[in-house]
């Protein structure tokens, strides 16, 4: 049985970056099939004529719109179920998502590009202040309500595992929360009609959206976005990608606060530096600083032949079961 449906492979870029405190995605000011003006990811279709491979299209898109220069790319993920963009009922759009990391940088001759902090798409995702108090307060009876509108006792034990596998217990106990499920948690949420998205594509009737739920995003962009995070956390494991969010020099002080920016987690001041010294990814300039409104701080840089050592040089923080 054949289709008339055409299909469009669209390319999109998550680009992360850090201030201070604050992490960062870079965003494009996008419409809805409802007419609201949304947040979107830099993106753009690819064109076999004109575009040599999927990244080489990707970087181009990105240049276009918002002048980035992107260095560290890796593709994330294929995106194309059906429904998730119910804008066109004609084609079938697949998604191709890519991960970008970058040291913020001025848009001011592209209005419309802007970078968001990302917590306020996935606000229970920001753990540094202990557990956001909208989990409990909103998200857990939503879920629960969720869980009661279950059909059946299979289908009961399998919300409630996915309940209990991606929201641990609501904040209860921090030890159990696992920053990498970005993702699960997420489409835990769009299946249960607790973000707009789902309403947009007609998978829930009525919106279910609890407070502090997070910011919509264009398409199934937030989904895309999730996914980044959720990689970005899982690498910074095992591989030293936070070294490309950094300036050439910085302290230990900056490099810790921008793990646990990107983590959402918080980390022992001491272990954390114990933890570096033992991994040996950074090595000392033999300058310091004075602009840390304290003592004057050691300023160090990423000992890049650490790549050339060992085959998994990364940061052992957090995670369940960790």
Not at 1 to 28: F, K, W, Y
Not at 115 to 142: C, I, K, N, S
Not at 269 to 291: H, I, P, S, W
Request: proline share 5%; hydrophobic share 40%.
């Amino acid at each position: 049985m054949t289709s008339d449906r055409s299909i469009q492979v669209g390319l999109h870029a998550a680009i992360l970056a850090t201030e201070g405190s604050t992490p960062l995605v870079l965003t494009l000011v996008g419409t809805s099939n409802q007419s609201e003006r949304l947040a979107g990811l830099p993106f753009g279709p690819f064109d076999p004529p004109g575009h040599r491979t999927f990244e080489n299209g990707l970087r181009r898109w990105v240049d276009q719109q918002t002048s980035a220069r992107l260095g560290y790319v890796e593709q994330l993920y294929t995106f194309g179920d059906y429904g998730r963009w119910a804008a066109d009922q004609d084609t079938h759009f697949v998604s191709v998502g890519y991960l970008a990391l970058v040291r913020r940088l001025s848009q001011d001759e592209f209005p419309d590009a802007q970078w968001l902090d990302w917590y306020r798409f996935f606000p229970w995702e920001d753990w540094r202040d202990g557990p956001p108090a909208m989990l409990q307060g909103a998200v857990a009876p939503a879920l629960k309500q969720w869980l009661e509108e279950s059909c059946s006792k299979d289908e009961r034990v399998e919300r409630s595992n996915r309940i209990a596998l991606g929201f641990a217990d609501f904040g209860q106990t921090s030890d159990l929360w696992d920053e990498e499920r970005v993702l699960e948690r997420y489409e835990l949420m769009y299946e249960a009609g607790l973000v707009w998205e789902a309403v947009a594509d007609g998978r829930v009737n009525q919106a279910r959206i609890p407070e502090g739920a997070g910011v919509a995003m264009l398409h199934d962009h937030r989904r895309i976005l999730a996914t980044a995070i959720a990689r970005l956390r899982s690498k910074l494991k095992y591989r030293p990608v936070v070294f490309e969010l950094m300036p050439p020099r910085f302290t230990l002080t900056q490099l810790q606060m921008t793990v646990e920016t990107l983590s959402g987690r918080r980390v022992h001041k001491q272990n954390f530096r114990r933890m570096v010294e033992k991994a040996d990814l950074v090595e000392q300039t033999g300058e310091v600083t004075a602009q840390t409104g304290g003592r004057p701080a050691a300023l160090y840089r990423f000992r890049r032949s650490i790549l050339r050592e060992r085959p998994a040089p990364g940061l052992k923080i957090g995670g369940r079961g960790r």
